[in-house]
């Protein structure tokens, strides 16, 4: 089994300041990991994913992360966010023979003010 | 290319009533996935469909709830009766090979 455990619930950033979310994942067999961004009223949407490779991970909107095996980490960086950044950021791990089943964080809710 | 579509958007039901959630998937997605967040808790997987076909359905809660998709296209998901802790959000997602796509959801009341 696998869990994810997301460390902040909410992350409360001014514009243009840098911001990076916490993921800490646990899984005793090999994982591919996400993360997921929902805003307001839609749908997730896939920010960047890993599943070999480089560990850095370049995703949308200027996004990255960055995949630490020996410290179960994944977490996400932006070098500066936008007011159009707020959202809910989820965190996800799915075994790498069944890649649609994911074990979601329970989120962190990034608010950017001006 | 239209996206994962869902509907109804919000249902508010009386405990014990029925609710039928439907989802149509992006056109050609043979992966059909359904997940819900319950009220300050995780999402959590329910079920995939290949096509047709149930092909892990270890997420659903109980037996009260029925995941169907009939031809392979849309799917229903049908809760019967609604219990209060059934309340929250249920995303329906496709896929073909890789990224998962995910609708807007449909917010579930039981009151």
């Known amino acids: 089994a696998q869990s994810v455990t997301q460390l902040d619930s909410q992350v409360p950033v001014f514009e243009e300041a840098p911001v990076e979310l916490r993921c800490n994942y646990s899984?005793?067999?090999?994982?591919?990991l996400f993360w997921y961004v929902q805003y307001p009223n839609q749908g997730l949407q896939l920010l960047l994913k890993?599943?070999?490779?480089?560990?850095l991970v370049k995703g949308i909107n200027g996004f990255e992360a960055e995949f630490n095996k020996s410290q179960t980490s994944f977490h996400l960086r932006k070098p500066s966010v936008h007011i159009s950044d707020t959202a809910e950021y989820f965190c996800?791990?799915?075994?790498?023979?069944?890649?649609?089943?994911?074990?979601f964080g329970a989120g962190t809710q990034v608010v950017v003010t001006p | 290319e239209a996206g994962v579509t869902q509907f109804p958007s919000h249902s508010v039901i009386e405990k014990g009533q029925t609710v039928t959630l439907r989802c149509d998937p992006i056109?050609?997605?043979?992966?059909l996935y359904w997940y819900r967040r319950v009220m300050g808790k995780e999402i959590k997987f329910l079920l995939h469909?290949?096509?047709?076909?149930?092909?892990?359905e270890s997420g659903m809660p109980n037996n009260r709830f029925l995941a169907e998709r009939t031809g392979g296209t849309y799917s229903t998901l049908k809760v019967q009766p609604a219990e209060l802790e059934d309340s929250g959000v249920y995303f329906c997602?496709?896929?073909?090979?890789?990224?998962?796509?995910f609708g807007e959801g449909s917010r579930l009341t039981v009151l």
């Open positions: 997602a496709s896929s073909q090979s890789g990224e998962l796509f």
């Open positions: 899984s005793s067999v090999s994982v591919y």
């Open positions: 890993y599943l070999s490779g480089s560990t």
């Open positions: 996800a791990v799915s075994r790498t023979d069944s890649w649609g089943k994911l074990q």
């Open positions: 056109s050609g997605h043979d992966n």
């Open positions: 469909f290949v096509k047709e076909s149930k092909q892990d």
